[in-house]
C-alpha cells in the first residue's frame, strides 16, 4: 500500500477543518523529474518574492539539502533540521534560519531525511506531519516570522516527503525543463496530484507551470513551450526562466542568482516571476 492510498480514518474534524483565513500560501514546488530547475526556483522565487516585500519560509524537504547551501546554511550548523520535526523532536520555529535575504527564512535539511519513510514506517497519520507543523507554526508566529509564503522545496521524487509536502500545500508550483519529455513527466506529476487530492488533500491545485531553461535559439525549446501551452492553457506562466549562466554560477557561492548579480536576466525573470506569482493570488482571491 503506497503512503497516498493508506486509510485516512485517523483523520479527525479537526485535521479536516479549514485553514483559517490570513494564514500563509502555501506552495510545493513539485516535480517527480530531477535537473528541472525545482530547487534553483524556490531559492530565487522566494528571494524575489521577499525583495518585492513578502514575509517568506522555505521548507527544505530534499535530503540533498541544495536549497539550504544555496542559501548559503552551512551543512554543520544545521543542528536542528527539517528531519527533526517531521519525526517530532523539534517544531519547525525551531528549525527555522534566517538568511542574507532580508523577509526570508529557511527550514534547512540534512541527509536524514532519506531515512525518515523507514523510519516512520506506518506511524498514524506519518502523511500529515509537515501540514501539523506548518499549522503549529501559524499558532506561534513572531512578528518578524509571520509570513505570506511558505515554499516547500520537494525531492525529485515520489516519497513520503513530497506526499507530505502535498498535503500540507494549497497548491502545487511545477518547474518544467524546456526539453523533449517534458510533457511526460507532467503527465506524471497530474496523476499524482490527482491521487493526493482524492484521498489526502482534497483543497489541493495547480497554482501554475514554470518554463525553466529556455532558450529560444533552440527549437526544441519553442516547440516544448508551445506544446506545454497548448496542454495546459492559462496554468503555465507567462514568465519563463532562461537559460543564464549566472542562475548557475550563484549557488556555488551560497547565494540566490538575485544577490549575486541583480541586473542577470535570470534575476529579471524570477522578479516578473514573483510578480506573475502575486498578481495570480490576487485574481484567486477575488473569484472564490
Same mark, same amino acid.
Given at each position: 500500500?503506497? #503512503? ?23 506552495? /510545493? ?18 528571494? /524575489? ?9 522555505? #521548507? ?21 533540521? @527539517?528531519?527533526? #520535526? ?13 538568511? /542574507? ?108 507551470? #514554470? ?74 482571491? @477575488? @473569484?472564490?
Amino acid at each position: 500500500m503506497s #503512503v497516498i492510498d493508506e486509510p485516512q480514518q485517523e483523520q479527525t474534524a479537526q485535521e479536516q477543518a479549514v485553514v483559517p483565513q490570513g494564514h500563509p500560501r502555501i506552495l /510545493a514546488l513539485a516535480n517527480q523529474k530531477g535537473g528541472v530547475g525545482k530547487t534553483t526556483t524556490a531559492i530565487n522565487l522566494g528571494t /524575489a518574492l521577499a525583495a518585492i516585500g513578502e514575509r517568506v519560509l522555505i #521548507v527544505d524537504l530534499d535530503p540533498q539539502g541544495n536549497a539550504s547551501t544555496g542559501l548559503g546554511i552551512d551543512r554543520r550548523s544545521r543542528s536542528c533540521s @527539517t528531519y527533526d #520535526v517531521l519525526i517530532g523532536e523539534a517544531a519547525l520555529r525551531e528549525a527555522v534560519v534566517s538568511t /542574507a535575504v532580508p523577509r526570508l527564512h529557511i527550514a534547512p535539511s540534512t541527509m536524514d531525511l532519506s531515512g525518515l519513510e523507514l523510519e516512520l514506517g506506518t506511524t498514524p497519520g506519518r502523511a500529515f506531519k509537515l501540514r501539523d507543523a506548518i499549522g503549529a507554526l501559524n499558532n506561534n508566529v513572531s512578528p518578524d516570522a509571520d509570513y505570506t509564503y511558505v515554499l516547500i522545496d520537494c525531492p525529485p521524487s515520489l516519497n513520503l516527503l513530497t506526499v507530505n509536502a502535498m498535503a500540507a500545500s494549497d497548491a502545487i508550483l511545477v518547474p518544467l525543463q524546456c526539453e523533449f519529455f517534458a510533457l511526460e513527466g507532467l503527465s506524471q506529476l497530474l496523476q499524482t496530484v490527482e491521487q493526493v487530492r482524492s484521498t489526502l488533500n482534497p483543497n489541493l491545485s495547480i497554482h501554475g507551470i #514554470v518554463l525553466t531553461m529556455f532558450d529560444s535559439r533552440n527549437n526544441l525549446s519553442n516547440q516544448v513551450v508551445a506544446d506545454v501551452r497548448q496542454f495546459m492553457g492559462e496554468k503555465v506562466y507567462k514568465t519563463m526562466i532562461p537559460r543564464n549562466v549566472r542562475i548557475s554560477e550563484a549557488p556555488s557561492y551560497g547565494k540566490p542568482v538575485l544577490v549575486y548579480d541583480l541586473k542577470c536576466v535570470g534575476s529579471e525573470a524570477y522578479l516578473r516571476l514573483a510578480t506573475e506569482v502575486i498578481q495570480r493570488e490576487r485574481e484567486l482571491r @477575488t @473569484t472564490h
